[in-house]
């Protein structure tokens, strides 16, 4: 990869799902500086694998400071998801297949006890 020039590294890695590009931040330090700290791919990676909504609340968090990896962490992660739960949008699904893709991601035992309290309560 050092023999690339560096805007066809950051090409190859905005074609990247989430899960591998946090993979490739693993494999070295110059791996993973480029992926941390290269605002451009962030922005690229934002407007390329979020939907209008998620987009929105990117921008929105982006006005008061966020930069755009810590926007798409805020908006298109598990934090999303469970925001997304505690305001009800899973609770009326008229085709829950439709939310599936977007949405599926890991959460660990103690959210997803938040969510099914919230869940009973309605």
Known sequence: METLPPEVFL?????LDTQSL?????TCKQWNSTIEDTDWLWRQYCHLKCDDCNMKDILRDRGIGYSWKESFIRNCGPRAIKHKWMEGVFSTLDMYDKYL???????DVETWGQIFELELSR
């Open 11 to 15: 090409h190859i890695l905005l074609r």
């Open 22 to 26: 946090a993979s490739a931040s693993q």
């Open 101 to 107: 893709p977007p949405f599926m991601c890991c959460m």
